[in-house]
Nanobody, 120 residues
Framework: VQLQASGGGLVQPGGSLRLSCVAS????????MGWYRQAPGKQRELVAI???????NYAESVKGRFTISGDNAKKLVYLQMSSLKPEDTAVYYC???????????????WGQGTQVTVSS
């Protein structure tokens, strides 16, 4: 299973960015897709996840500013980020928790990360 993320970049405070991620490879079922981020010197943290049923979970720090959405059939997940703050600066990683066969255990797969920099 491979994940390819795109959409990062440099944006001014208060601006918006949209991240996209597509999963490929042998996936039998998706448990959830999501986004994590890691700022310099900090641990990787959850940003948001979404299940195939559309259930979402957000970090408190991004609630009301970020929106996660997805297309389960196309194995796509998006993160619309608005009202960006300098503290949102980080490498953003998409991930998918999935089963590759009906009998296989769940595993988590990670993309390569995309840099988001919020600065004036």
């Amino acid at each position: 299973v491979q994940l390819q993320a795109s959409g990062g970049g440099l944006v001014q405070p208060g601006g918006s960015l949209r991240l996209s991620c597509v999963a490929s490879g042998s996936i039998y079922s998706i448990i959830y897709m999501g986004w994590y981020r890691q700022a310099p010197g900090k641990q990787r943290e959850l940003v948001a996840i979404i299940t195939p049923a559309g259930t979402t979970n957000y970090a408190e720090s991004v609630k009301g500013r970020f929106t996660i959405s997805g297309d389960n059939a196309k194995k796509l997940v998006y993160l619309q980020m608005s009202s960006l703050k300098p503290e949102d600066t980080a490498v953003y990683y998409c991930n998918v928790r999935a089963k590759t066969r009906s009998y296989s255990p769940e595993s988590t797969y990670w993309g390569q990360g995309t840099q988001v920099t919020v600065s004036s």
